[in-house]
């Protein structure tokens, strides 16, 4: 079974400066991943996501994320945060071979923007 | 662009209660989710559906829970007999039959939040 984990549970961060967030996944072979966001009493929206080929991905407002292999990791960046990003982020994994696109979550990250 | 689309926002019941929830999913989409997000905690898988049955289904998905496709459109998840640990947000979620279209994405609604008193 796959599993998902974001070691930070709270990021600051100042308005214009770079974010990463962080995403190990476990998992037997190179699974689908995602990243969404939730704004408060919101649902969740898809930032990006990696089911093959460059394992660099452009997502919307901005972000970007990296598929490493080796590592396991998909870890979620943007170069310059808006006050608007402060939100909730959650790093998903769906499993390729498996019938339907279960997902499983990772616990969230939140991030606070300050000015 | 087509979306999920989830009723009620938000509902209230007392314990011991039934309540529906309500989903339309992506008319051409053929899988069908419900996950759970009580407050402050990570996203939970509930139960996928397919072709008018349950594919699978979680620990958290006991016998107070069912879920049903009654029409050509909605897709709901009833809960029996509400505890108050049921209070959650929950959320609906669909995805395009598997193929060479499918790159295992899953369109959320907005979800319905259920307080449980």
């Known amino acids: 079974a796959q599993s998902v984990t974001q070691p930070d549970i709270h990021i600051t961060v100042s308005e214009g400066a770079s974010l990463e967030l962080r995403c190990n996944y476990s998992?037997?072979?190179?699974?689908?991943l995602f990243w969404y966001v939730q704004s408060p009493g919101q649902g969740l929206q898809l930032l990006l996501k990696y089911f093959s080929g460059d394992t660099l991905v452009q997502g919307i407002k901005g972000f970007e994320a990296e598929f490493k292999r080796s590592q396991s990791s998909f870890n979620l960046r943007k170069p310059s945060v808006h006050w608007s990003d402060a939100a909730e982020y959650f790093c998903a994994v769906g499993a390729p071979e498996a019938a339907g696109n279960k997902l499983t979550f990772g616990g969230g990250t939140r991030v606070l923007v300050k000015p | 662009e087509p979306e999920v689309t989830q009723t009620p926002s938000h509902q209230v019941t007392q314990m011991g209660q039934e309540v529906i929830l309500r989903c339309v999913p992506i008319s051409n989409h053929l899988y069908f989710y419900w996950y759970r997000q009580i407050l402050g905690q990570k996203v939970e898988f509930l139960v996928s559906f397919y072709n008018n049955e349950i594919s699978e289904k979680s620990e958290i998905f006991d016998d107070q829970f069912s879920v049903e496709r009654p029409d050509g459109s909605n897709f709901t998840l009833k809960i029996r007999s509400t505890k108050l640990e049921d209070s959650a947000m929950y959320f609906c979620?669909?995805?395009?039959?598997?193929?060479?279209?499918?790159?295992?994405?899953?369109?959320f609604g907005e979800g319905s939040r259920l307080t449980v008193l």
């Open positions: 998992y037997g072979a190179t699974p689908y």
């Open positions: 979620a669909s995805s395009e039959p598997q193929g060479e279209a499918d790159t295992g994405e899953l369109f």
